[in-house]
């Protein structure tokens, strides 16, 4: 079997990083970067509920940022972490023309200044968000999350029977993503189709297949940062969020498989 836990199928396993230490966070961000990030390329950092002492209402907060500033990135979104429910960035390689809007830095972002799907250069990446069902802008219990982890190896190995390549696996605070390398054009509908039939074929009604993360801009975690929905509290606390397990070989599923 294709899991999480287990020590099989080439794939590296990463440590949680460890909230007493800001070096840490910094690092695990990073790593999240480096990962999808490729030489090159320019992505989107975004906060979108940012509250901190002085503000009557929390702010959208964001920045443009190529590779060879993922450091900086990094630092930001740690900073941002605890400010907000969660820090973001856009997971496929948007136009280069994109950093000229807030270049290597953070801002209060305006609405034209967010991220399009126009503005995305392809698809790099299909993004599974398996997540429990369970009142809006709340945390995940932890059999809630338990729940989402068993969903999560039923869609792995049913994946990787039809020929998926091994995904990146990750732990989004509340619930559990599945990251498989692909190569579409933007306009591509294909992920949409994807998501609509996992869904269908594993949705429950205590855990669902999120069917709205397949646009072109989608944004994803910065995996390292803390998921804060509503008040933490002992039976739904905050979590961070981190990087399960890398694949050693990481490989694209051709279009055909897709």
Same mark, same amino acid.
């Given at each position: 079997?294709?899991?999480?836990?287990?020590?099989?199928?080439?794939?590296?396993?990463?440590?949680?990083?460890?909230?007493?230490?800001?070096?840490?966070?910094?690092?695990?961000?990073?790593?999240?970067?480096?990962?999808?990030?490729?030489?090159?390329?320019?992505?989107?950092?975004?906060?979108?509920?940012?509250?901190?002492?002085?503000?009557? !209402?929390? *702010?959208?907060?964001?920045?443009?940022? &190529?590779? $060879?500033?993922?450091? +900086?990135?990094?630092?930001? /979104?740690? %900073?941002?972490?605890?400010?907000?429910?969660?820090?973001?960035?856009?997971?496929?390689?948007?136009?280069?023309?994109?950093?000229?809007?807030?270049?290597?830095?953070?801002?209060?972002?305006?609405?034209?200044?967010?991220?399009?799907?126009?503005? !995305?250069? *392809?698809?790099?990446?299909?993004?599974? &968000?398996? $997540?429990?069902?369970? +009142?809006?802008?709340?945390? /995940?219990? %932890?059999?809630?999350?338990?729940?989402?982890?068993?969903?999560?190896?039923?869609?792995?190995?049913?994946?990787?029977?039809?020929?998926?390549?091994?995904?990146?696996?990750?732990?989004?605070?509340?619930?559990?993503?599945?990251?498989?390398?692909?190569?579409?054009?933007?306009?591509?509908?294909?992920?949409?189709?994807?998501?609509?039939? +996992?869904?269908?074929?594993?949705?429950?009604?205590?855990?669902?297949?999120?069917?709205?993360?397949?646009?072109?801009?989608?944004?994803?975690?910065?995996?390292?940062?803390?998921?804060?929905?509503?008040?933490?509290?002992?039976?739904?606390?905050?979590?961070?969020?981190?990087?399960?397990?890398?694949?050693?070989?990481?490989?694209?599923?051709?279009?055909?498989?897709?």
């Amino acid at each position: 079997m294709i899991v999480a836990n287990s020590h099989q199928n080439n794939h590296t396993f990463v440590a949680p990083v460890e909230s007493s230490q800001v070096s840490r966070v910094v690092s695990e961000c990073l790593q999240t970067l480096r990962l999808f990030i490729e030489p090159g390329q320019v992505t989107q950092l975004i906060a979108l509920d940012v509250t901190e002492p002085g503000l009557r !209402v929390p *702010q959208c907060v964001g920045g443009y940022f &190529d590779y $060879d500033h993922l450091d +900086l990135m990094a630092r930001e /979104a740690a %900073d941002l972490s605890g400010s907000t429910s969660a820090v973001y960035f856009t997971l496929n390689p948007l136009m280069p023309e994109a950093l000229a809007r807030c270049q290597n830095r953070i801002q209060r972002l305006r609405p034209n200044q967010a991220a399009s799907d126009r503005d !995305v250069q *392809q698809r790099r990446w299909l993004m599974i &968000d398996i $997540d429990p069902s369970r +009142l809006a802008g709340i945390s /995940a219990t %932890d059999s809630e999350k338990a729940s989402a982890f068993e969903l999560l190896e039923q869609i792995q190995v049913y994946l990787c029977s039809l020929g998926f390549g091994e995904p990146i696996i990750a732990d989004s605070g509340n619930g559990y993503h599945l990251y498989y390398r692909i190569d579409l054009p933007t306009g591509d509908t294909l992920p949409h189709r994807i998501l609509q039939a +996992l869904s269908t074929q594993f949705s429950t009604s205590h855990v669902t297949i999120d069917t709205s993360v397949a646009s072109a801009a989608q944004l994803t975690k910065v995996f390292g940062t803390l998921a804060a929905k509503g008040d933490s509290t002992d039976e739904r606390p905050h979590r961070f969020s981190r990087i399960m397990s890398i694949p050693t070989a990481a490989s694209r599923t051709p279009r055909g498989i897709l």
